[in-house]
T-cell receptor
Framework: AQKITQTQPGMFVQEKEAVTLDCTYDTSDPSYGLFWYKQPSSGEMIFLIYQGSYDQQNATEGRYSLNFQKARKSANLVISASQLGDSAMYFCAMRGHSSGNTPLVFGKGTRLSVIA | GAGVSQTPSNKVTEKGKYVELRCDPISGHTALYWYRQSLGQGPEFLIYFQGTGAADDSGLPNDRFFAVRPEGSVSTLKIQRTERGDSAVYLC?????????????FGPGTRLTVL
């Protein structure tokens, strides 16, 4: 079984500052992928970034980067230069790769509020 | 190109009624997923299709829930004898293939309210 834990129900960040959203995971699958999604108030889940468990480098995508620490089973999302439009719910999710196609398992999310 | 679309965006029904929720995936995407998101929670997996067949329906909560994808494109999630506990946002996602590293792209969801 796979499990995602997001311990921060809510976070505040000043505009233009960087913020880290925490995500820890648990899996017995030796190969897996980690995903982050953003869900604004409109409800749509927007894909942000992906990290494979065997990727040598941490993933980056524009202002988003993933701080992947495999030994600690953590995959924190770092958002640099926060913007007001970054205010949303953020979900960490994972899938195992070794057992065929498995569904995404999501955490409970973190609500990020960017303050002007 | 167009993203995943879902209709209706909102559905209000009475306890005991039957509802159908529709998902139109991104063109060319062969894998389609249904999730349910309750208030304050992350999405939870319901069922996944590869082509026309349900490859994994282990997340369906009971036999009142059923989904089809007859032509390998549009999918319909069907809920019989709705209960108040079925109230949630139902999300559909699609991916290019069933390869597990493929990104799943989500639609805007259908908010179901059972009175």
């Amino acid at each position: 079984a796979q499990k995602i834990t997001q311990t921060q129900p809510g976070m505040f960040v000043q505009e233009k500052e960087a913020v880290t959203l925490d995500c820890t995971y648990d899996t017995s699958d030796p190969s897996y992928g980690l995903f982050w999604y953003k869900q604004p108030s409109s409800g749509e889940m927007i894909f942000l970034i992906y990290q494979g468990s065997y990727d040598q480098q941490n993933a980056t995508e524009g202002r988003y980067s993933l701080n992947f620490q495999k030994a600690r089973k953590s995959a924190n999302l770092v958002i640099s230069a926060s913007q007001l439009g970054d205010s949303a719910m953020y979900f960490c999710a994972m899938r195992g790769h070794s057992s065929g196609n498995t569904p995404l398992v999501f955490g409970k999310g973190t609500r990020l509020s960017v303050i002007a | 190109g167009a993203g995943v679309s879902q209709t209706p965006s909102n559905k209000v029904t009475e306890k005991g009624k039957y509802v159908e929720l529709r998902c139109d995936p991104i063109s060319g995407h062969t894998a389609l997923y249904w999730y349910r998101q309750s208030l304050g929670q992350g999405p939870e997996f319901l069922i996944y299709f590869q082509g026309t067949g349900a490859a994994d329906d282990s997340g369906l909560p009971n036999d009142r829930f059923f989904a089809v994808r007859p032509e390998g494109s549009v999918s319909t999630l069907k809920i019989q004898r709705t209960e108040r506990g079925d109230s949630a946002v139902y999300l559909c996602a699609s991916s290019l293939s069933e390869f597990s590293a493929d990104t799943q792209y989500f639609g805007p969801g259908t908010r179901l309210t059972v009175l």
